[in-house]
């Protein structure tokens, strides 16, 4: 495979279920991102890793929980979560930061419903 | 602080019409790149074009191009002849040289081509 992939593509749970997100990048980067995408919103920047060490988080609640184990993998841990946070979440990656000129690759996205 | 305006939430143009894509940023880094994305109803976000802060041309790719006008802070996606799959949300995005942790998007554009 190439590029950058997500799993699963569509995901409907229940505010009490347990379940989690997986990204996963073919392209030999080094950070990679988790975003918030809501309807009729701008995309919402809620974790950076570097190297798989977290370099950012955009005030996420707690019942989100990112997990990076390679620089090739991330997780995206989901409990309890609310109907407001039926979105669609896009992973991305870029190559070793520290340049402007860095590109971001993006998933296709899991499709969120909190039910 | 870093700022990604695009004033455009929707467009029309005829097929085989080129179109003009508005985005306006506000930053003060010294160096910074500048990036439009495509994002078809499927939801993933496809990278079309960057333009660096530096860089003495317009960057073009096949249909795209920028027209960046430091200036002025703009950098608006031309797209020529149009095709009827060109049709999606456009997203102005920018990177700085000091928090290269954090992309900045605009709200998107949405662009239906006409038959």
């Known amino acids: 495979e190439t590029g950058v992939t997500q799993t699963p593509r569509h995901l409907v749970m229940g505010m009490t279920n347990k379940k989690s997100l997986k990204c996963e990048q073919h392209l030999g980067h080094n950070a990679m991102y988790w975003y918030k995408q809501s309807a009729k919103k701008p995309l919402e920047l809620m974790f950076v890793y570097n190297f798989k060490e977290q370099t950012e988080n955009n005030s996420v609640p707690s019942r989100f929980s990112p997990e990076c184990p390679n620089s090739s993998h991330l997780f995206l841990h989901l409990h309890t979560l609310q109907p407001e946070d039926s979105a669609l979440y896009l992973c991305?990656?870029?190559?070793?930061?520290?340049?402007?000129?860095?590109?971001?690759?993006f998933g296709p996205g899991t499709r969120l419903t909190v039910l | 602080a870093q700022k990604i305006t695009q004033t455009q939430p929707g467009m029309f143009v005829q097929e085989k019409e080129a179109v003009t894509l508005d985005c306006t940023y506000d930053t003060s880094d010294p160096s910074y790149g500048l990036f439009w994305y495509k994002q078809p109803s499927s939801g993933e976000m496809i990278f079309l074009i960057y333009q660096g802060s530096y860089d003495q041309q317009n960057a073009t790719e096949g249909r795209y191009s920028l027209n960046f006008q430091k200036a002025r802070k703009s950098a608006n996606l031309v797209i020529s002849a149009s095709q009827l799959g060109d049709s999606a949300m456009y997203f102005c995005?920018?990177?700085?040289?000091?928090?290269?942790?954090?992309?900045?998007f605009g709200s998107g554009t949405k662009l239906n081509v006409k038959p």
């Open positions: 995005a920018m990177r700085g040289l000091y928090n290269f942790n954090k992309f900045y």
């Open positions: 991305a990656s870029s190559a070793t930061p520290g340049g402007a000129a860095d590109t971001q690759y």
